[in-house]
Structure formats: C-alpha cells, structure tokens
C-alpha cells in the first residue's frame, strides 16, 4: 500500500486534504482510492506566570499600586491571545487592597485551545492608626461626659477601646484622673492617647446677709459670708453706691439712693460656676409732714368732708376715734359718716418705710342741736294778745320774729299782738352756738272769714256755726236775727257754737243777720249774713 506523500502542518488545520491511496499486491496489482484528511489542533499552550507577591501599603493609603509583567506562554502553533481573566478589575498598575488577590492569566492558541496560571498579589497594612483625644480638662461637676476620642487610619473599621481612667459620664473624685484609650486597625497596628480630667471643689455658696431698710441714711455695711472655697467679691446691681473694697465681705457702701439698692455677693472658684446671692438695702426718705385743719364745732350733722395734704413723699392714712365712720382710710380726702353727738377725734398720719411716721389731729365737736316747737298755727281777732308758751330743750337764747309783735321778743313766753295775719317765728340758740328755729301762723280773722252757712243736717259736717278764735273773748256779744227781727240767738262768749235752732228746734232754711261785738276796746262790732241750708 502507498500513500502520497503529503506533509500536514500547523498551516492545514481545519482545513480539508483529499489523500490518494494506492495499494499493490505482491503480484504487482494496483488499486488506488482517495480519503479526504482534516488536521485538528489538539494542543493546549503552556503559560507562565510570575509567583506570589508581597508589598506593603503604600503611605496613608488602604493598598498598595502593583505592578507585574504579563506571563510567558508558547505552543504548538501560534498563540493568539494572553488576557487576566480574574475578574477582579485590578490590573498592573492598580491600587491592590489590604490583603490577598488573586491573579489569574488566560492563554489562547490560534486553534482555540486554552491554559490559565495564577499567583497572588499581597498587600500588607504596616501602618498604625492616629489617635487624638480630647485636651485636658477642669471640671467641678462630680458627673463629667467627654466626646470619645478622634481616629485617622490609612483604612477603616478601627477599634477604640478605654484602658485607663474613668468612662465618659462617670462619677470623678476631688483631683486629677488620667483616661487612657488605645486604637486598634484590623490589621493589628495600634496606637494611644491620654487627657487628665482634674475636679475642683464648689465655692462656698455666697450668703450677701439680710434685706435692710434704711430711713435717710447715705452709707452701709454689707455683711457677706466669708467663703472657704474661692474668693468673694461685691458688685452693684442696681444703685449709685459706691463699694469701698469689693473684696471685703463686710465693706461700706456709700452714696446710697432714696429707694432701692441692690448688691451682689459673688463667690468663684476655679472653673466652677459662681455662686451669688443679692441683699437690697431699701433707703426711706422722710414722709411729708401731716397737716390737718383747726378744730370744729358742728352742730348735729350727718356727715363732713375733711381734706388733709397729699403727702409727696410717703402715703396717709387716717384714723378715727368717736361716734362717726371713715368713708376712706387712705385717700387725703375723706367723709366723715353717721356722726353722732360728741367729740370725734380725726388723726392724718403719713408714713414712709421705716421712718418716724407724722401725724396731725383735729377734734369735731358734734354738739346736740336745741329743740323749739311753738305749737300749732292759731286764728285771732286782730289785737288779741297771745301769751307764747313755746316747747324747748337746750337752749340758752331767744329771739321772737317780728320784733314789733312782741312785748319782749328776747325771752321764752313773750306775748304776741297782731293787727294783720303774721307768721310768728322763734330762733333759740344753745351754749354750743346751735340753733334751731319754728313758726306758726297767727291768722287774724276778719267779716270775710265767718263762715255763712252751716248745714244743721245731723252728719255731723258744717252742723254748728264755728267761729275760729271767737272762744278767746269771753266778754264777747253774739246775736242771730231772722229775717223778722227776731233774735233767735244769742250769746256772750262763745263755747257753744250755735247749731240752727231756736228754742230746740230747727229753724227754716233762711238766710239770717249776726252781729258780733268782740267788747275788746279795739275792733268795731262785725256784721253780716249765715244761711241755713238743708
């Protein structure tokens, strides 16, 4: 059997080869046949990469720029491509990270055919954190909280862990405490801080003394406590004062204000929060002097009206002792109210904060008024002459009006004569200077003011002929005519009034003629006409 010659390469893969084949027998016979050859690449490239490597990070960085040259590779036939197929996205060149990476390179024949190498990129962290913490500090609370401390790191995740002293929020003794804290990265570098938290006492709490009022004085003592914890030191807050020695617990103040004068007693120390404590020291001015008017003599009344000053400086008030009622205690005018009889003493005091108060006082004598009545209105015949016999109670003095109607008008019970209509009036007066006075009407009846008719009816109304006032002449002559001249009454004096009958019955309805002689040596005899009406 022979088979052509044919040689087959790198240049035949894939690619199809007619072969012609020949076969001879030992007889010399020949037979030939053709096959078609197609050459396959079946072998993988060899690839070398470099071995492992170790860096250490780059300063202030979290990794470490690498660099590495691409792998050796060959093959059979020709090597197409080397590609780093690790998928990590780091490359030569790159910024590796702390730790471990795989590298890995793939090598590609012409053919297809493949083979991988790998090595290790490692990046050390050899670079301790920065730790810093807060800077010491003084303190007077018992209970202090910090801000934990502040870290930088070329990476990240740093641990920081208190290995000294007192966590924040903690309770501190009286001195100095040292806190320590340490800071650990992942990687194992560390670092430490320290600050001293030192606690100082509390000043003696500041005690200024006590409120004071003061009436018109211009200079004081203060009187602070004497702290055993810091120093004290005065300040004014509101006044003029001034402070001799500020620093002094118990320094003069001079120069104080009319009104208030308030001073702070401060006690510090070290940083602790001051203590302070205020005393107002109050300077009264002198109240208006008071004044009030002179005494009075009232007679009975009700009530008075009284003023005093407006005090200008100060406030008044009143007071009262006797039979009356205030109608204000503290206005300068006021009213006395339900005054009885009696003296009543009146009392206007001005006071000002502790100064001497000042008073005025005057006394209202409220004397009891006399009393007069001199009776009821009365009817005479002009010239009669009327003893006045008037009713009266404390009374030291009389006097009658009209003078002329009188034979004495300055005594009690004068006599009283009128020839016309007169109101008789009496004015007393009493030891205490009080008056009282009272009239009456001495109405003189003349011819006009008899009456003319009665009506004898029995009701009792207009049944007698009355004549007012006539009863006071006894001596006088009264005389009835009918219309015949026939006297049909009569009589002298006149205490029973004429009632219409003649003889005990009644007469008729007429009209009939009187005449009236009073027998008085002054009036005329009067005259005139009476009916009888039924």
Known sequence: MFLDSTNFSCANISVPVTVTLTVVDISGNIASDTAIVTVLDTISPMIVCQSDTVVMNDSGQCGAIVNYPLPFASDNCTIDTIIQTDGSGLFSGSEFPIGTTLVEFTAYDVNGNSSVCTFNVTVLDTQAPTIVCVADTLICDSVFTFDPPATTDNCSADSILQIAGINSGGVYPLGATINTFVAFDPSGNSDTCSFTVTRDAFPTSADAGLDTALCNLTAYTLNGNVPTIGAGAWTVLSSAATIADPANPSTTVTGLNIGDNTFVWTVGFSVC????????????????????????????????????????????????????????????????????????????????????????????????????????????????????????????????????????????????????????????????????????????????????????????????????????????????????????????????????????????????????????????PLQGIISIIR
């Open 273 to 524: 929060v001051s203590l302070s404590d205020t005393v107002n020291v109050m300077v009264d001015e002198l109240p208006t002097v008071s004044s009030l008017a002179q005494n009075l003599s009232l007679c009975e009344e009700e009530q008075l009206e009284i003023t005093a000053n407006s005090p200008t400086v100060g406030t008044g008030r009143w007071t009262i002792s006797g039979p009356a009622d205030l109608s204000d205690s503290l206005s300068d005018k006021v009213t006395l109210l339900n005054m009885g009889v009696g003296q009543i003493d009146v009392t206007w005091t001005i006071s000002n904060g502790v100064c001497p108060e000042s008073s005025d006082e005057m006394t209202v004598f409220n004397n009891l008024n006399p009393t007069v009545y001199i009776g009821e209105d009365f009817a005479r015949f002009a010239g009669f002459e009327v003893a006045m016999n008037p009713s009266t109670t404390n009374t030291s003095s009389f006097l009658w009006s009209p003078p002329a109607a009188f034979d004495d008008p300055t005594i009690e019970t004068p006599v009283a004569k009128v020839s016309e209509t007169t109101t008789l009036a009496l004015l007393v007066t009493s030891d205490s200077g009080c008056t009282a006075s009272d009239s009456v009407d001495y109405v003189v009846t003349f011819i006009s003011d008899i009456p003319t008719g009665i009506t004898p009816n029995g009701d009792n109304i207009n049944d007698v002929w009355n004549i007012d006032g006539l009863n006071q002449y006894p001596n006088a002559k009264i005389i009835v005519y009918d219309q015949a001249g026939r006297v049909v009454f009569e009589s002298t004096g006149y205490d029973t009034p004429w009632d219409g009958k003649f003889n005990g019955k009644l007469l008729p309805r007429a009209s009939y003629y009187w005449i009236i002689d009073l027998k008085d040596g002054i009036n005329e």
